[in-house]
Structures are given as C-alpha cells and as structure tokens.
C-alpha cells in the first residue's frame, strides 16, 4: 500500500476538559495515550484546539477568545474577540495550526455571535498572537472547519451556514497580506484533502452525492451518486463523514432508516483513481461521525474512554 506523504504527526482531543495530544507518528495500534495533556484556563469552554509539533504550547477557541497555554496551564497570550459576545449557542469559533507553527489560523463566526459585523478570518503569530493578518468573509455560519495543505502554506475552510448551505474558502499569506480565494459554489461541504494535496472530497449539502476535486482549482474528477452505491436515493444520504484512508481509496458514509425507523449507517471505499465503488468497510465505529481516516491506511475512531483508538486496514 503506497504510504502517505501528509503531515499529519499530531492529533488533538478534548478529554474531561483537557486538551490531549496524541502522537501519529509510530506504530501504536488500540487505544492511543496521550504524548502530552494541556490544561486550559479554568473558566475557558473549549471549542476549538490545536498543538504545536514540540508539545510545548496549545492552542485554543472559547466563544470569546483564542488562547495559547503552556502544558501546565500557564497563559502565554489571549487574543479576545471583540466585542464580546452573550450569545452562547450557534456560534464555535476554530483554530488550526500552519505546517510550520508559525501562524494560528482562527475562524471567528462573528456574524451569528452578534457581533454586528461579517464572518473572520484571522492569521494570528502564533508566538506572540498578534494579527498577522485578518479578511472579512461574506458568510453568517455556525462554525467553520479548517485544513491545512499537506504541500503548502495554504488552508481550507468550510464555512457552514446551516440550511443555507457551506462555503469553502482557501488562503495563504503573503507577508501580513491574506491572500483569499472562494470557491464559486454554496452547496458542498468540504470533507477532507488528500494525502498528497492533490485532489479534495466533498459530499452535497443535501446529501445527494460526494465529489472528488483537483486541488486546487476545485474542478470535479468524478461525482457518486446514492443510487451509485446500490441505494434508493428517496431514502438513503450520503452524509458529510469519512475522508482519504490512503492516497487511492477514500471511505465514503452513507445513512438511512430501517423499516421501524431504526437509523443505520455504512462506509463504502471507493477507488479514487477510478471513481469506482469497492466495498463495505467497516471502521468500528459507534456513529457515521466516529471516524477520521489519517490517509495511511489507519484510521481513527473513538474509544469509551473519549480517547482516540487507532486501527489499520492491513
């Protein structure tokens, strides 16, 4: 199996109110342990979280601020999101780190946290946080998920603007100038990139098919329909899971209702040389949520401990 090239070494999860850090890059297989554990801020809610490569700090979004810590909880910096906001609900601001630590890229869904201005995107120094630079973004969205390009110093966002759709937006800097781009589309939701930052995957946001795209002009190489994977497209959805479990395969999530309204699940590969569906996969999962492919051939689901558990297709 060809392996991937991502740099994808660190993980993080929240667990019992901490910011855990796992490390990718053995061979563990079970159940992961911890490589290092953050404590934020007492009075902080966690939303959002992110580690650097040397386990020194953590990065992190409250509804209210991104915040930078030591390993025992010491404050280095706090960028507070002004003005503060009393909404407590609908709004989860994100953060994700740049290839090199160097840049903490923060989404601030600013318009539904009744802040009477748009949507931001801001690339904060992530050793002093200071705003590198900042774009307003033409979106009222709930939250945003953020990836970083394997091969570059680009990002991915996926801006999700509840009923009325998803945007994706791609940038870099050049200096402390944010160089944006939208892709011209409102109805597909970014699922992930692939290993070598080649192509990205997609699934519609009414569910009705997932695409693969060339990265990074977004151009469709092939779109799956329900129907594709055998299923009757009145009843069953493609859902907004799943992603590259190697460079050549990705998982693909598809849910439905049994006859006594029990809701069901499955993961199907599908070859993405081809376009061509293989077969059904199962990732030990509890939900269709509870799986993150790592484009390596393991992958991630989540252990009754909120600890992630690594498995692999070999």
Not at 31 to 50: I, Q, T, Y
Not at 69 to 76: F, H, K, P, Q, R
Request: aromatic share 8%; net charge negative.
């Amino acid at each position: 199996m060809a392996q991937s090239p991502r740099s994808l070494q660190l993980i993080t999860r929240l667990v019992d109110g901490h910011i855990c850090a796992y490390d990718l890059a053995g061979d563990a297989r079970g159940v992961l342990s911890p490589a290092m554990v953050f404590r934020p801020a007492p009075e902080d809610d966690v939303v959002g979280h992110a580690v650097a490569a040397g386990l020194r700090r953590a990065y992190y979004t409250t509804l209210n601020a991104a915040v930078c810590v030591t390993a025992d909880g010491a404050e280095l910096w706090r960028s507070q999101f002004e003005p503060q906001s009393d909404q407590q609900y609908g709004h989860r601001p994100s953060c994700v780190l740049s290839r090199d630590d160097r840049v903490v890229w923060v989404y601030r869904p600013d318009a539904m946290a009744d802040r009477n201005r748009p949507d931001q995107w801001v690339a904060l120094d992530a050793e002093a946080g200071t705003v590198i630079a900042q774009a307003d973004l033409q979106t009222v969205g709930h939250g945003g998920q953020q990836l970083r390009h394997p091969a570059s110093d680009q990002v991915l966002l996926d801006v999700g603007e509840g009923q009325d759709g998803s945007v994706i937006y791609r940038a870099s800097l050049t200096g402390d100038r944010m160089d944006l781009f939208c892709y011209p589309w409102s109805e597909r939701c970014l699922i992930d990139l692939s290993p070598d930052g080649h192509h990205f995957m997609t699934v519609h946001h009414e569910q009705a098919d997932v695409a693969i795209h060339t990265y990074p002009d977004g151009e469709v190489t092939f779109a799956l329909p329900v129907d594709a994977f055998g299923h009757d497209p009145d009843e069953i959805y493609v859902e907004w899971s799943g992603g590259y479990l190697s460079p050549d395969t990705a998982i693909v999530t598809l849910v439905g209702e049994t006859e006594d309204e029990q809701e069901w699940f499955r993961h199907y590969r599908v070859d993405v040389r081809s376009g061509q569906v293989r077969t059904e996969f199962d990732a030990h999962s509890a939900n269709p949520y509870d799986i993150q492919p790592l484009g390596d051939g393991t992958w991630l689901t989540t252990d009754a401990s909120g600890h992630p558990s690594r498995w692999t297709d070999s």
